[in-house]
């Protein structure tokens, strides 16, 4: 990487190169004439092996050169257990890191963010994004003969962007038998995932490059060789930013001048910006470098003695997580797991298979993983409008907010998944004290499993994420505070007793696909509630989509930024990645954060008309 005259002033300082920020920088630099600077912590891994190989994902957990490895405090309603928060570390963020999932919200659910004083933000203005960050790959004849894909629209498949979206050859019959066993029980799935409406099981597209079967994630896709080219991109990595400059001088509001950095060789400089600076350094990350520039509640910046230059103490609050449990169960003799890949000589066969003639070829270069979305369901099947109501009833004062209100009407809905699960391919373990995601998805047990994981979309619970130290180099503390709000809980047990509907031996799925009288983790069965909250509290981790710590809501309702992403109280400085997001999407976030700054790329655009 070519060295950076940093004496200049640039017009766009974008604080973090991840997911979201490498988005803005591209199309920013669109215009020959606009100068970005792009100043990343992590390194450039776009060459590494472990990255760019579907399979080998978890070679990158745990390690610091990858994965910035958060771990969160005792949760109360876990047993005490501590949660591992993956967190990418390099150009690319954690699309450089995850598991290449690409699913679609609901219109509902972005409508919602409309709902919480976001006029400018609703499904029918966000949705052309959708389209633009993806090239939609047709799906092999091999997936389609096996698994139907009927229900795709080929009207929705447009689309030239950056990032490949793409099905695998892999499937099999634990992916065939998913989908049959949620058609039997009433969610058989009838419209095509993207277009906004889909209830029922699906076999969902991955972000992997269908022919080099390598992954596709926001540095090969917006940071390409050609890109890295323009002279008016600058990309600065293994540099921490300490805090934002202001200009304090007017008597105005503060108005962001530059950034002060520490470089690689541990100099600290400071670097200026005409424009805008723009902080895209996610959702734990971004709220620590505003509190340590002085944005953020008064007591906790002057306990660490940071001058307060925006009093806004909604900065780091209203955190949102999807919870996820996890339900392993041993596989019958010859159905594939990824356990299989315990044994260091079937590693070694595979990845000598994926590298050979550059082809990309088996398992390694695959995603398999399913999905489906589902209303309110619990032991009996899909939940009558009675016991929804009964349900909600016994919660109603968690629900009286202007957002319990509009999550309220999304659960009541039958046309809104209040639930995903997942078919993970093989065994996830939960230590109380994980070292790394690594942790939970290594194979220890030596029998082998296949994985059904449990989510709500909507969660109410909210957590925090705050500085405990006025130095970038001390990682601020993040509290999901699980189940804080006793209605995730109730959903998630009757979310979970619906599993012991698909894995029953009278289903596809539970007579083809699992071991007759085979192991379970945890040993626990969902026969009753307090069994099923007991498997949650056992059972339950992140599913890695931490967003809203710096909310997109009007600043009395707990909003940090406005609708074109400016931060309140300042002029020149805007937030551009998943902290934003006023309400937790429905299913796996990354489509979302690619839109949301696809979308913030063009009003940056339009503000300087």
């Known amino acids: 990487m070519a060295s950076v005259d940093l004496e200049q002033p640039f017009d766009y300082i974008v604080v973090g190169g991840g997911t979201a920020g490498l988005v803005v920088a591209n199309r920013l630099t669109e215009d020959a004439n606009i100068r970005v600077l792009v100043v990343e912590a992590g390194g450039d891994r776009t060459a590494d092996p472990l990255v760019l190989t579907p399979g080998l994902v978890a070679g990158l957990y745990g390690k610091p050169e990858y994965d910035w490895n958060f771990c969160s405090p005792p949760q109360l309603t876990l047993n005490n257990r501590c949660v591992n928060q993956s967190r990418g570390k390099m150009l690319g963020g954690s699309s450089a890191l995850n598991f290449l999932m690409m699913v679609f919200p609901s219109k509902g659910n972005i409508d919602a963010w409309a709902a919480l004083g976001n006029p400018n933000w609703n499904y029918e203005l966000l949705a052309p994004y959708f389209r633009k960050f993806a090239t939609v790959h047709n799906p092999p004849a091999s997936a389609k003969d096996l698994l139907g894909l009927?229900?795709?629209?080929?009207?929705?498949?447009?689309?030239?962007?950056?990032?490949?979206?793409?099905?695998?050859?892999?499937?099999?019959?634990?992916?065939?038998?998913?989908?049959?066993?949620?058609?039997?029980?009433?969610?058989?799935?009838?419209?095509d995932p993207r277009d906004g409406s889909a209830l029922g099981a699906f076999q969902n597209h991955a972000s992997i490059n269908p022919s080099s079967h390598t992954r596709s994630y926001a540095a090969s896709g917006y940071y390409t060789p050609e890109v890295a080219k323009r002279p008016n991109l600058s990309v600065l990595t293994e540099t921490l930013v300490k805090r934002i400059i202001f200009d304090t001088s007017s008597g105005g509001d503060p108005v962001a001048t530059g950034v002060e950095?520490?470089?690689?060789?541990?100099?600290?400089?400071?670097?200026?910006?005409?424009?805008?600076?723009?902080?895209?350094?996610?959702s734990l990350q971004t709220p620590?470098?505003?509190?340590?520039?002085?944005?953020?509640?008064?007591?906790?910046?002057?306990?660490?003695?940071?001058?307060v230059v925006v009093e806004n103490p909604n900065v780091g609050e209203h955190v949102q997580d999807h919870p996820i449990v996890c339900q392993s169960f041993e596989v019958a003799d010859?159905?594939?797991?990824?356990?299989?890949?315990?044994?260091?000589?079937?590693?070694?066969?595979?990845?000598?298979?994926?590298q050979a003639d550059n082809a990309g070829a088996g398992p390694l270069g695959q995603s398999v993983i399913s999905v489906a979305y589902a209303p309110i369901v619990d032991g009996t099947g899909i939940a009558t409008p009675e016991t929804a109501a009964a349900l909600l009833a016994e919660h109603e004062a968690t629900l009286t907010t202007p957002e319990g209100k509009v999550i309220r009407s999304l659960i009541e809905s039958p046309k809104e998944a209040t639930f995903q699960y997942l078919l993970f391919p093989s065994q996830v373990?939960?230590?109380?004290?994980?070292?790394?995601?690594?942790?939970?998805?290594?194979?220890?047990?030596?029998?082998?499993?296949?994985?059904?994981?449990t989510i709500i979309n909507q969660p109410l619970s909210r957590g925090t994420v705050h500085i405990t130290s006025p130095s970038i180099t001390t990682p601020p503390t993040w509290d999901p505070k699980y189940n804080s709000n006793p209605l995730d809980l109730e959903l998630l047990a009757r979310a979970v007793?619906?599993?012991?509907?698909?894995?029953?031996?009278?289903t596809p799925f539970g007579g083809q696909v699992l071991k007759q009288g085979g192991k379970r983790q945890p040993e626990i069965r969902a026969d009753s509630l307090d069994e099923a909250r007991e498997i949650v509290r056992q059972r339950q981790i992140s599913v890695f989509h931490v967003a809203g710590s710096c909310a997109m809501r009007p600043r009395e309702d707990g909003g940090v930024v406005d609708e074109g992403l400016r931060v309140y109280g300042t002029r020149g400085l805007?937030?551009?990645?998943?902290?934003?997001i006023p309400i937790e999407p429905v299913g796996n976030i990354q489509s979302v954060v690619y839109a949301v700054a696809e979308r913030a790329a063009d009003l940056i655009k339009l503000d300087r008309l």
Request: glycine residues 10%; hydrophobic residues 40%; aromatic residues 6%.
């Open 150 to 191: 009927t229900y795709l629209n080929k009207d929705l498949a447009a689309g030239e962007g950056p990032i490949d979206v793409a099905y695998s050859e892999g499937y099999g019959t634990p992916n065939k038998a998913w989908l049959q066993t949620f058609a039997d029980l009433g969610l058989e799935i009838s419209t």
């Open 261 to 282: 950095i520490i470089t690689k060789d541990g100099e600290t400089k400071q670097v200026s910006a005409s424009a805008e600076v723009i902080l895209a350094a996610g």
């Open 288 to 307: 620590q470098i505003l509190e340590l520039s002085g944005i953020g509640g008064r007591d906790l910046l002057e306990q660490h003695g940071i001058p």
């Open 334 to 354: 010859g159905i594939p797991s990824g356990d299989v890949l315990r044994d260091p000589n079937v590693l070694n066969a595979l990845v000598g298979m994926y």
């Open 429 to 453: 373990l939960i230590p109380d004290v994980p070292t790394s995601m690594a942790h939970y998805i290594t194979p220890v047990l030596p029998e082998n499993y296949i994985t059904v994981m």
């Open 497 to 506: 007793q619906f599993v012991e509907r698909l894995v029953d031996p009278a």
């Open 574 to 580: 805007r937030v551009v990645d998943a902290s934003v």
